[in-house]
């Protein structure tokens, strides 16, 4: 009960002179006790706490082993899985694959397994729409740890354990592959924030472009003003990869879904295109600017202005700046190239692109409007996550 594997070692005293070269199953009786070996393979100290960890993380730890149920029930109540029922090998050859599917969605430790019963398991689990990542480190453990999505083996492992994995732990510890996990969604989640945003704002400045050339008896704005401005915001969003990541937001694994950034892009672009429009209704019937000069360098300085405080809204699901707060040198980057976006029209630059010095008045107006579309954002963001049940 208490999970060592015992070998009874015994003496036999009468050997026969036939028997000294060819031994049988007949000559292993009548020999005296010697007493026992006991082999202990016990969990890491650190394994309890890093399964708690994964639980939490939303990973479901599933144990395969070989070994028989008594020495798999053992380790497993000591790092906390659940053993009160444990499935064996030969169950399972006599279930059909949705039988076992359905055992798979109940139980979490199947023991007594060959390396063909461990690579069924791992097939039908990805079949069932899982991601699933084996870890072992034996010449059995190689089918399966090909065929699951990310094989796990270590350093002290067998060479053929090593070539089929496709990451080698150097270091014994189920708290570097949490790590590892915590690591790679942190990448994914501001992965996201990048393509989000690029998509939703771009979407939502062809929109903005497209309208303003209909109504508006010139271009709002340039070529070359467009590729200037796109150019500086993009400087901005070099530094998500630095960013910081709410916890919430890698609980639990998320997927790349195409469908959900098609729901993103049609709902957060034509928001910011309502305000690209609202600014040229201000500057056409407010301030009855009638130059394309003066027209487009407002709304250039507006979109860089306008679309760095909208990396701040979309980059977390909480309140920006109040209940979440980016890194350092995303701030630094937003509040560096907003400034630049505001004086590059009064610089040579912005003269060989068409653009002219902004008055106090205008930077206001810009001000103002971006001040207005992130109350409203972050009111927006709301209903979306209502709405959909997700963000990033």
Same mark, same amino acid.
């Given at each position: 009960?208490?999970?060592f594997?015992?070998?009874?070692?015994?003496?036999?005293?009468?050997?026969?002179?036939?028997?000294?070269?060819?031994f049988?199953?007949?000559?292993?009786?009548?020999?005296?006790?010697?007493?026992?070996?006991?082999?202990?393979?016990?969990?890491?100290?650190?394994?309890?706490?890093?399964?708690?960890?994964?639980?939490?993380?939303?990973?479901? #730890?599933?144990?395969?082993?070989?070994?028989?149920?008594? #020495?798999?029930?053992a #380790?497993?109540?000591?790092?906390?899985?659940?053993?009160?029922?444990?499935?064996?090998?030969?169950?399972?050859?006599?279930?059909?694959?949705?039988?076992?599917?359905?055992?798979?969605?109940?139980?979490?430790? /199947?023991?007594?397994?060959?390396?063909?019963?461990?690579?069924?398991?791992?097939?039908?689990?990805?079949?069932?729409?899982n991601?699933?990542?084996?870890?072992?480190d034996?010449?059995?453990?190689? %089918?399966?740890?090909?065929?699951?999505?990310?094989?796990?083996?270590?350093d002290t492992a067998?060479?053929i354990?090593?070539?089929?994995?496709?990451?080698?732990?150097?270091?014994?510890?189920?708290n570097?592959?949490?790590?590892?996990?915590?690591?790679?969604?942190?990448?994914?989640?501001?992965?996201?924030?990048?393509?989000?945003?690029?998509?939703?704002?771009? /979407?939502?400045? #062809? *929109?903005?472009?497209?309208?303003?050339?209909?109504?508006? %008896?010139?271009? %709002?704005?340039?070529?070359?003003?467009?590729?200037?401005?796109?150019?500086?915001?993009? /400087?901005?969003?070099?530094? *998500?990869?630095?960013?910081?990541?709410?916890?919430?937001?890698?609980?639990?694994?998320?997927?790349?879904?195409?469908?959900?950034?098609?729901?993103?892009? /049609?709902?957060?672009?034509?928001?910011?295109?309502?305000?690209?429009?609202?600014?040229?209704?201000?500057?056409?019937?407010?301030?009855?600017?009638?130059?394309?000069?003066?027209?487009?360098t407002?709304?250039?300085?507006?979109?860089?202005?306008?679309?760095?405080?909208?990396?701040?809204?979309?980059?977390?699901?909480?309140?920006?700046?109040?209940?979440?707060?980016?890194?350092?040198?995303?701030?630094?980057?937003?509040?560096?190239?907003?400034?630049?976006g505001?004086?590059?029209?009064?610089?040579?630059?912005?003269?060989?692109?068409?653009?002219?010095?902004?008055?106090?008045?205008?930077?206001? *107006?810009?001000?103002?409007?971006?001040?207005?579309y992130?109350?409203?954002?972050?009111?927006?963001?709301?209903?979306?996550?209502?709405?959909?049940?997700?963000?990033?």
């Amino acid at each position: 009960m208490q999970g060592f594997r015992v070998i009874a070692v015994c003496q036999k005293n009468d050997i026969h002179n036939n028997a000294t070269e060819h031994f049988n199953i007949s000559d292993e009786k009548n020999m005296v006790l010697l007493g026992f070996i006991g082999f202990l393979d016990p969990p890491k100290a650190t394994a309890k706490e890093s399964i708690i960890r994964m639980n939490n993380a939303g990973i479901r #730890v599933i144990v395969l082993t070989g070994d028989n149920a008594e #020495v798999t029930k053992a #380790v497993c109540d000591k790092v906390n899985i659940n053993s009160e029922r444990i499935v064996l090998g030969n169950e399972i050859d006599k279930l059909s694959d949705f039988a076992v599917i359905g055992l798979l969605q109940k139980n979490n430790i /199947f023991a007594k397994l060959s390396p063909i019963q461990k690579a069924r398991i791992i097939r039908l689990l990805k079949e069932n729409h899982n991601i699933v990542g084996y870890m072992g480190d034996g010449i059995n453990d190689s %089918p399966s740890l090909t065929n699951s999505d990310v094989g796990i083996s270590v350093d002290t492992a067998v060479d053929i354990a090593k070539e089929s994995a496709d990451i080698i732990l150097l270091e014994k510890d189920l708290n570097v592959l949490l790590d590892g996990v915590s690591e790679g969604r942190k990448t994914f989640a501001n992965l996201m924030k990048y393509i989000k945003m690029a998509t939703s704002f771009n /979407f939502g400045e #062809v *929109l903005s472009v497209i309208i303003g050339s209909v109504i508006l %008896p010139f271009l %709002p704005e340039t070529p070359i003003q467009l590729l200037v401005e796109s150019l500086l915001y993009d /400087f901005g969003q070099l530094t *998500l990869p630095f960013d910081n990541v709410d916890k919430e937001s890698i609980q639990e694994p998320k997927k790349f879904s195409i469908e959900n950034l098609k729901k993103f892009m /049609f709902f957060m672009g034509p928001l910011s295109s309502i305000f690209d429009l609202l600014v040229f209704a201000s500057l056409w019937f407010i301030f009855s600017i009638r130059e394309a000069s003066t027209f487009q360098t407002i709304w250039f300085s507006y979109s860089i202005v306008s679309n760095l405080v909208g990396m701040h809204i979309i980059r977390t699901e909480k309140t920006p700046f109040l209940q979440s707060n980016a890194h350092k040198m995303v701030y630094f980057s937003s509040i560096l190239l907003a400034i630049i976006g505001l004086i590059v029209p009064s610089t040579i630059l912005g003269k060989v692109i068409g653009l002219v010095p902004l008055s106090l008045k205008y930077i206001g *107006l810009i001000l103002i409007i971006t001040f207005l579309y992130c109350i409203i954002a972050i009111f927006a963001k709301k209903i979306y996550i209502k709405k959909y049940g997700e963000w990033i």
